[in-house]
């Protein structure tokens, strides 16, 4: 006799139905959990820097990079072309002043020098030349005047004989008019040649006085072309370190060229290059910090350049109290240069996100820990570690400061870990 079986409700297909479909349905869950509608996201916390917005003090500052040079540095340039014909001190030698470096050879400087001295020598002659005439006129004119003076003398006396005669009636009208022309003509004749004596020592004295003048000028230029002979010898400005020398006998070296650098060993300074972006921002009398060998050390602006070369400008920065012992020339250093005055101010450390955001936004971690929001926010100054925060973000919030690459477009992070 036939049994009814009773059908199996746990089939093995019925199962296997059951359990693809719970398990669609808990992926379909974690996804809708993950994505939360395209709005949220789920990220590990450990993999984030977050950091928590501070009130306190609050210097704008950047860094800039620096090296240490001489304070004073005397540079050596060639005044006069010429060749080099000796190099008495080598490059890296102390000097002292006055001590000779190197020489060189000009040889149209050594012929202008024998020209001009040629020139001078010639006016000297004129000049002498001048004056012995002037000297033999005056002989010349003294003797006339001599002869002048006796024929007056003789004339005088004719004259004065003729006057007598005639109230006698011994003379003619004619002789004594002609002994009175005569007196007459010597007297005139003296003044003539006495004017004429007093022109000629005029113009004598005006034509002297010119070839001094001349003479003198070309003494001054003969100084000045002597002058530059001596400068083909370089030397020493000043008691130093020979830090570089450029010159090799036989080279040409033009005027004007630099041909090596002198460093005062009094004391040093670091130049600093800095962005153009601040080049309003920074003038003499700015406070700076540097730190070498581990300690910190004030440092204040004491020249800055306006040229810009390469989107930089230079800038000199001086020791304030006292000076690091065992700097080198050529050192690097790292320079924080204040750009204002320290203030009080609510704060975010800096990060990565700033460069996703431009700090119009962030990610603000909720008092749970649990998930991060956006929120709009504005910062201000800043330095090489914190930005001021202007709006948006209070103290004692946390904020997601590390980068958002990954994070594209959600409203919300969902921390796995926590």
């Known amino acids: 006799m036939d049994r009814i079986i009773p059908k199996k409700r746990w089939t093995p297909k019925r199962i296997a139905w059951i359990s693809g479909t719970t398990i669609f349905v808990l992926l379909l869950a974690y996804g809708l959990l993950t994505v939360g509608g395209s709005s949220n996201l789920r990220i590990e916390a450990s993999k984030l820097t977050i950091s928590e917005v501070e009130f306190g003090d609050f210097q704008e500052f950047i860094a800039v990079s620096g090296t240490i040079v001489p304070i004073k540095t005397f540079y050596l340039d060639a005044t006069q072309g010429g060749t080099v014909i000796q190099v008495f001190l080598e490059e890296g030698s102390y000097l002292n002043l006055g001590d000779r470096i190197l020489q060189l050879d000009n040889t149209d400087l050594h012929l202008d020098v024998m020209f001009r001295e040629a020139q001078l020598f010639e006016q000297m002659n004129n000049l002498r030349n001048t004056r012995l005439l002037m000297e033999q006129n005056t002989l010349m004119l003294r003797a006339d005047l001599l002869e002048i003076d006796r024929q007056i003398r003789e004339a005088k006396r004719k004259h004065q004989q003729c006057v007598k005669l005639k109230e006698k009636g011994l003379v003619s009208q004619h002789e004594f008019?002609?002994?009175?022309?005569?007196?007459?003509?010597?007297?005139?004749?003296?003044?003539?040649?006495?004017?004429?004596?007093?022109?000629?020592?005029?113009?004598?004295a005006v034509q002297i006085k010119q070839l001094e003048a001349s003479i003198?000028?070309?003494q001054a230029n003969l100084k000045i072309i002597r002058q530059k002979l001596e400068n083909l010898v370089i030397t020493a400005p000043i008691a130093g370190h020979l830090t570089s020398l450029s010159a090799e006998v036989g080279q040409l070296k033009v005027a004007g060229e630099r041909l090596g650098q002198i460093d005062v060993l009094e004391?040093?300074?670091?130049?600093?290059?800095?962005?153009?972006?601040?080049?309003?921002?920074?003038?003499?009398?700015?406070?700076?910090?540097?730190?070498?060998?581990?300690?910190?050390?004030?440092?204040?602006?004491?020249?800055?350049?306006?040229?810009?070369?390469?989107?930089?400008?230079?800038?000199?920065?001086?020791?304030?109290?006292?000076?690091?012992?065992?700097?080198?020339r050529g050192q690097s250093v790292q320079i924080r240069l204040a750009l204002g005055e320290l203030s009080q101010a609510v704060m975010l450390a800096r990060g990565g996100f700033y460069n996703d955001t431009g700090g119009n936004w962030a990610y603000v971690v909720d008092e749970s820990g649990k998930f991060a929001t956006k929120h709009r926010i504005r910062l201000g100054r800043y330095n090489t570690q914190v930005y001021e925060v202007l709006e948006g973000l209070e103290p004692g919030e946390k904020v997601i400061t590390s980068s958002y690459d990954t994070f594209g477009d959600f409203d919300r992070l969902t921390f796995k870990d926590r």
């Open 177 to 204: 008019e002609q002994a009175q022309d005569e007196y007459d003509y010597w007297n005139r004749k003296r003044e003539l040649t006495l004017k004429t004596q007093k022109q000629d020592s005029t113009l004598r």
């Open 267 to 328: 004391g040093f300074k670091i130049s600093a290059n800095v962005d153009e972006y601040y080049i309003s921002r920074i003038s003499t009398g700015q406070e700076g910090e540097v730190k070498i060998a581990g300690k910190a050390y004030r440092v204040v602006s004491s020249k800055v350049y306006p040229e810009v070369k390469d989107g930089r400008f230079q800038v000199d920065m001086e020791f304030v109290d006292t000076e690091p012992k065992g700097i080198r």
């Open 216 to 218: 003198n000028r070309m």
